[in-house]
């Protein structure tokens, strides 16, 4: 068989692949996150004694009180943890909202509503258009978790080689949308929820009755989803299919079937049940007197409706869930939809067991004093280096961090986990706001995720790609994902700069600054 110019993996002599393989080898020798945060949890324990025997302590700039390193490891301490161990626990902002929008997105997605969608997309794209949709349809295919990583990639390479393009690139395109773009979006999902528990958590610490809303970076999400579907596109025909050539494997095309009479019945139903319950809320919110306005505070950042947008997320995909599943008839009876539900919990239970060591580890944490006297220790030589006026310069620096821990530690939400408690405080005493800080965290949090095979579905991806390329290894895939990490970087981080320049807000009601 003739093979595609990406079945020819680099040498493993190269300075390149050496790199690679030394990354790999960092990151195989960390452990396990679960393991990581019960030894964190632990660690601080220790230097809490550490710290209290030494008589660390600031000066709170807000208050003015002294805030001294406080001593775990004692009796008051052991106390203390055995008594709060359950509630760190069932307490710990990200687990309970996750689990709660997943159970009513499992439905939509066990009953085949987001794979009907998703296929309805990019059947309906004219050829010169796939790219644009591949790239987007994969940043919006975040509304469904992970279904992305197993769905939309193989079907973004289906869909390029049923219509005589090179298979990789449109796997690429579709990869580049769903993981470099992970924090891209259009519409709210889990991430938006999860991250914004973790800063709130965090931001407790500088102002104990703090709100972060999952809507903390909404409209710089969506501008972002702009930014990444062009430069996606940019990239998938100006780099990777020139670079590919024609494709000249022997895998045959698969057709992406049309939608049958069953599946648009379904997405008439969702559809439809959709704009109902959209009616439902925007009669509840813009009405005066809505029923989901509060009478004290009667504006839409108020509203019921976001702070119960956790609920609202659940609601909407158990209603646009159900309505597919009856009308294609992929629901029979009520124990399809508890099967579905159970099996994307099922899905998450090494994300619950992480959450119970690190719901131990924040609150330890906390309770020390570590994370406010750290961040009066960082504000303070921030200062001495005169950066505390330069948020761009600041900002950057986070994102650069982010992305560099990204190559080693994948998951989201076990890097915010551990770099919230820090960031967070730091910069909220230097005057700016969490959104703020959390929109950093999450450009350095994609754009390196397709490049590093210590993410959890790289072996996925590549398992896709050896299907139309049978010789295609780890530095094949790395190269064919380097430029679109490289311009998403890049791109992103400009775009971060110049967002900072104008003063534009991160999402509803959340500004740059902390209000004084």
Not at 114 to 141: E, F, K
Not at 402 to 411: A, E, F, P
Request: charged share 10%; proline share 6%.
């Amino acid at each position: 068989m003739s093979e595609s110019p990406a079945a020819a993996a680099p040498r493993p002599t190269s300075l390149f692949q050496r790199l690679l393989n030394g990354i790999e080898r960092v990151g195989n020798a960390l452990p396990n996150p679960t393991t990581l945060f019960a030894g964190l949890a632990v660690a601080i324990v220790l230097l809490s004694w550490v710290c209290s025997r030494l008589g660390v302590a600031v000066i709170h700039p807000v208050t003015g009180q002294t805030v001294a390193a406080v001593n775990l490891l004692n009796v008051d301490g052991l106390h203390r943890m055995l008594v709060n161990l359950v509630p760190n626990f069932v307490g710990f902002p990200p687990l309970g909202t996750v689990l709660a929008c997943l159970v009513g997105i499992a439905v939509a997605e066990r009953t085949g509503l987001i794979g009907a969608g998703l296929r309805l997309i990019v059947l309906a794209a004219p050829r010169r258009w796939l790219a644009p949709i591949v790239v987007l349809g994969g940043v919006l295919s975040h509304s469904g978790a992970d279904v992305g990583y197993v769905l939309f990639i193989p079907l973004g390479a289906a869909v390029f080689h049923a219509v005589g393009r090179h298979p990789l690139a449109g796997l690429a395109a579709a990869f580049a949308g769903v993981s470099g773009g992970f924090s891209a979006n259009l519409i709210l999902g889990t991430i938006d929820v999860l991250l914004a528990g973790i800063t709130q958590a965090a931001a407790t610490v500088v102002q104990p009755d703090i709100t972060v809303h999952a809507t903390a970076n909404w409209y710089f999400l969506i501008a972002a989803t702009v930014l990444i579907t062009v430069a996606g596109t940019w990239v998938t025909e100006r780099i990777v299919e020139p670079r590919l050539g024609a494709y000249t494997g022997d895998a045959p095309r698969e057709p992406i079937h049309p939608l049958d009479a069953a599946e648009k019945r379904g997405l008439g139903w969702a559809v439809a049940a959709t704009l109902a319950l959209t009616a439902v809320i925007a009669w509840g919110t813009l009405t005066e007197g809505g029923f989901l306005l509060d009478p004290k505070n009667p504006s839409i950042l108020a509203s019921y409706f976001i702070r119960g947008l956790i609920f609202f997320i659940f609601l909407y995909g158990l209603v646009a869930g159900l309505a597919y599943g009856l009308g294609a008839r992929t629901i029979r009876s009520d124990h399809d939809v508890v099967r579905g539900m159970d099996a994307s919990i099922a899905t998450m239970a090494s994300y619950i067991v992480m959450s119970f060591f690190a719901a131990q580890f924040l609150a330890f944490f906390n309770w020390t004093n570590l994370g406010t006297i750290l961040a009066v220790k960082g504000a303070g030589l921030i200062t001495v280096f005169h950066l505390q006026d330069n948020p761009i310069l600041l900002m950057i620096a986070l994102v650069l961090l982010t992305t560099s821990i990204n190559l080693v530690i994948g998951s989201a939400s076990a890097k915010w986990t551990l770099l919230a408690p820090i960031f967070v405080p730091m910069f909220m005493l230097l005057g700016y706001s969490p959104e703020l800080v959390q929109g950093a965290y999450r450009v350095g949090d994609s754009c390196t995720n397709i490049v590093t095979p210590l993410m959890v579905y790289f072996p996925l991806i590549l398992s896709f790609a050896v299907r139309y390329v049978p010789k295609t290894g780890i530095g094949t895939l790395i190269a064919l994902m380097t430029p679109y990490s490289i311009t998403f970087l890049i791109s992103w981080s400009l775009m971060l700069m110049a967002w900072i320049a104008l003063g534009l807000p991160m999402g509803p009601g959340a500004g740059l600054y902390l209000a004084k």
